[in-house]
Protein backbone atom coordinates (compact mmCIF):
# COMPACT_ATOMS: atom_id res chain seq x y z
CA UNK A 1 0.00 0.00 0.00
CA UNK A 2 1.14 3.55 -0.99
CA UNK A 3 -0.59 6.74 0.94
CA UNK A 4 0.33 10.03 -0.93
CA UNK A 5 0.12 13.53 1.12
CA UNK A 6 0.37 16.84 -0.74
CA UNK A 7 0.60 20.22 0.98
CA UNK A 8 1.68 23.90 -0.60
CA UNK A 9 -1.62 24.81 -1.74
CA UNK A 10 -2.97 28.26 -0.78
CA UNK A 11 -4.09 31.16 -2.45
CA UNK A 12 -2.15 33.63 -4.69
CA UNK A 13 -2.52 36.34 -6.78
CA UNK A 14 -2.28 35.78 -10.60
CA UNK A 15 1.31 35.89 -11.65
CA UNK A 16 2.08 34.41 -8.85
CA UNK A 17 4.01 30.86 -7.67
CA UNK A 18 3.09 27.94 -5.81
CA UNK A 19 5.17 25.05 -5.09
CA UNK A 20 3.39 21.50 -4.37
CA UNK A 21 4.42 18.68 -2.58
CA UNK A 22 3.31 15.35 -2.41
CA UNK A 23 4.94 12.84 -0.03
CA UNK A 24 4.56 9.13 -0.90
CA UNK A 25 5.24 6.83 2.02
CA UNK A 26 4.47 2.71 2.58
CA UNK A 27 5.40 0.25 -0.32
CA UNK A 28 6.79 3.16 -2.49
CA UNK A 29 9.22 0.74 -3.99
CA UNK A 30 6.14 -0.81 -6.26
CA UNK A 31 5.54 2.78 -7.78
CA UNK A 32 7.74 4.20 -11.02
CA UNK A 33 5.45 6.91 -12.12
CA UNK A 34 3.65 9.62 -9.92
CA UNK A 35 1.87 12.88 -11.61
CA UNK A 36 -0.30 15.52 -10.62
CA UNK A 37 -4.30 16.36 -11.51
CA UNK A 38 -6.44 18.67 -10.62
CA UNK A 39 -10.07 19.47 -10.62
CA UNK A 40 -12.38 22.59 -10.70
CA UNK A 41 -15.71 22.94 -9.46
CA UNK A 42 -18.38 21.47 -12.11
CA UNK A 43 -15.41 19.98 -14.71
CA UNK A 44 -13.66 16.21 -14.76
CA UNK A 45 -10.24 15.79 -13.58
CA UNK A 46 -7.28 16.74 -15.66
CA UNK A 47 -3.89 15.68 -15.78
CA UNK A 48 -1.62 18.34 -15.07
CA UNK A 49 1.92 16.86 -15.39
CA UNK A 50 3.67 13.75 -14.69
CA UNK A 51 7.17 12.18 -14.34
CA UNK A 52 8.31 8.72 -14.68
CA UNK A 53 12.00 8.23 -14.72
CA UNK A 54 13.47 11.10 -16.31
CA UNK A 55 10.47 11.47 -18.79
CA UNK A 56 7.96 14.51 -18.12
CA UNK A 57 4.79 14.95 -19.50
CA UNK A 58 2.66 18.74 -19.35
CA UNK A 59 -0.95 19.68 -20.04
CA UNK A 60 -0.80 22.35 -23.03
CA UNK A 61 -2.57 24.14 -20.62
CA UNK A 62 0.75 24.82 -18.27
CA UNK A 63 3.27 23.83 -20.43
CA UNK A 64 6.07 26.14 -20.22
CA UNK A 65 4.34 27.60 -16.78
CA UNK A 66 4.51 24.46 -14.15
CA UNK A 67 7.60 22.03 -13.59
CA UNK A 68 7.32 18.50 -11.86
CA UNK A 69 10.40 17.32 -10.50
CA UNK A 70 10.88 14.36 -8.15
CA UNK A 71 13.61 13.50 -5.56
CA UNK A 72 13.73 10.04 -4.78
CA UNK A 73 15.48 10.08 -1.63
CA UNK A 74 13.07 11.81 0.15
CA UNK A 75 9.90 9.83 -1.50
CA UNK A 76 9.05 13.69 -2.90
CA UNK A 77 7.53 14.69 -5.91
CA UNK A 78 7.18 18.58 -6.06
CA UNK A 79 4.67 20.90 -8.44
CA UNK A 80 6.90 23.95 -9.41
CA UNK A 81 3.54 26.69 -10.13
CA UNK A 82 4.83 29.59 -12.21
CA UNK A 83 2.84 32.79 -13.51
CA UNK A 84 -0.65 31.15 -12.30
CA UNK A 85 -3.87 32.48 -13.84
CA UNK A 86 -7.36 32.53 -12.73
CA UNK A 87 -8.11 29.40 -14.65
CA UNK A 88 -5.40 27.24 -12.69
CA UNK A 89 -7.86 26.91 -9.32
CA UNK A 90 -8.86 23.47 -8.74
CA UNK A 91 -8.23 20.88 -6.07
CA UNK A 92 -4.57 19.33 -6.78
CA UNK A 93 -3.92 15.54 -6.23
CA UNK A 94 -1.29 13.53 -6.46
CA UNK A 95 -1.01 10.04 -7.76
CA UNK A 96 1.43 7.34 -8.06
CA UNK A 97 1.28 4.28 -10.50
CA UNK A 98 3.46 1.49 -11.77
CA UNK A 99 3.86 2.41 -14.87
CA UNK A 100 4.31 6.08 -17.32
CA UNK A 101 0.22 6.29 -17.18
CA UNK A 102 1.54 10.21 -18.11
CA UNK A 103 -1.98 11.66 -17.86
CA UNK A 104 -4.27 9.44 -17.71
CA UNK A 105 -5.81 9.41 -14.51
CA UNK A 106 -7.16 5.18 -15.11
CA UNK A 107 -3.56 4.48 -15.30
CA UNK A 108 -2.89 5.27 -11.32
CA UNK A 109 -3.57 3.32 -8.79
CA UNK A 110 -2.96 5.65 -5.80
CA UNK A 111 -3.94 9.05 -4.78
CA UNK A 112 -3.45 11.81 -2.12
CA UNK A 113 -6.35 13.80 -0.30
CA UNK A 114 -5.69 17.08 -2.57
CA UNK A 115 -4.67 20.23 -2.09
CA UNK A 116 -6.43 23.15 -2.56
CA UNK A 117 -4.88 26.31 -5.02
CA UNK A 118 -7.12 29.39 -5.21
CA UNK A 119 -5.24 32.22 -8.07
CA UNK A 120 -7.03 35.48 -7.85
CA UNK A 121 -7.34 38.29 -10.70
Known amino acids: QVQLVESGGGSVEAGGSLRLSCVASGYTYSINNMAWFRQAPGKEREGVASIYNFARHYADSVSGRFTISQDNAKNTVYLQMNSLKPEDTAMYYC????????????????WGQGTQVTVSS
Open 95 to 110: AAGSIFGRLNPLEYNY
